[in-house]
């Protein structure tokens, strides 16, 4: 089965004017690209699984409403996995979970703890990772580099996750985007704990970093616990898969050693939902 775990449904309108500023002139990727349903169906073709969210951070102004990505989930919820974006610094977080499994029937949250400006260790959160838990929600979680001026680097660092995990050892964690660039220290998190994975999305954009992250991954032997994601819409999924794949041409001609495709195949069609929690 073929599943991309890392897929956003946003418009511009759910971002303030603090992380618009931020993204427009620093990210480099170019202006967030708006996408419809329409679009967001045919990119997907691909895949039989989709895991779709939006962004909330308050911090930043940011806010996708539960409406918005449950719309597109009703479109065909065979295929499309809603996971709700959640502040857990906010008063009302455990009750918007409630909410979204309840009212939306997510299966999932995303969390932006460099956007919302909090430790996502911290105890104070942990009723709230304690609900997850009863709930049976798995939680991903942006881990890295993110252009917010604003947003400390020491609050995306995936090393808490190794915090998070010994305090819940039951929780179903998926670091985003290999913790880039600490993806030697996901590496140990994911090979530490037995419900802490990784998603790949956006590996492939700085293809020497994308390469020696899997050599990394490799000889630590934790291939098995990365997943593919294509971080829709900001990369394409077809050529999401197509850049990943070529990642050896880093080291074509050298005699540093290859990726074996067989390797990043296995990560293509790598189902561990179950794993997850999520039963579809």
Not at 8 to 26: A, L, M, N, S
Not at 61 to 83: C, D, Q, S
């Amino acid at each position: 089965m073929r599943i991309d775990y890392h897929s956003h449904f946003i418009e511009r309108v759910h971002f303030g004017p603090k992380f618009t500023r931020d993204w427009d002139e620093q990210c480099g990727l170019g202006a967030w690209p708006e996408v419809s349903a329409e679009d967001f169906e045919r990119a997907m073709e691909p895949f039989d699984k989709v895991l779709v969210f939006g962004i909330t951070a308050h911090a930043m102004g940011i806010h996708t409403p539960h409406e918005h990505v449950a719309r597109l989930v009703a479109r065909n919820p065979a295929k499309y996995i809603g996971f709700m974006a959640l502040d857990p610094s906010r008063p009302d977080a455990i009750r918007e979970m409630e909410r979204g499994v309840h009212e939306f029937g997510f299966r999932g949250i995303k969390l932006y703890p460099i956007m919302s400006v909090y430790n996502p260790a911290d105890p104070a959160f942990h009723p709230f990772y304690r609900r997850a838990v009863e709930l049976g929600l798995p939680v991903m979680m942006h881990m890295g580099a993110s252009p917010v001026s604003q947003g400390p680097l020491k609050y995306s660092l995936p090393l808490l996750v190794d915090d998070l995990a010994i305090a819940f050892p039951e929780l179903r964690v998926i670091i985003a985007h290999l913790g880039h660039p600490w993806q030697r220290e996901t590496a140990l998190v994911i090979r530490k704990h037995a419900h802490v994975y990784a998603d790949i999305s956006g590996l492939w954009h700085r293809p020497w970093q994308g390469y020696e992250a899997m050599i990394v991954c490799l000889e630590w032997g934790v291939t098995h616990k990365l997943l593919f994601g294509s971080d829709y819409p900001l990369w394409e999924p077809s050529n999401a898969i197509e850049s990943l794949r070529r990642l050896n041409e880093q080291v074509q001609g050298t005699p540093l050693p290859k990726i074996p495709g067989e390797v990043i195949e296995e990560i293509l069609e790598r189902d561990v939902l179950s794993e997850l929690g999520i039963i579809t």
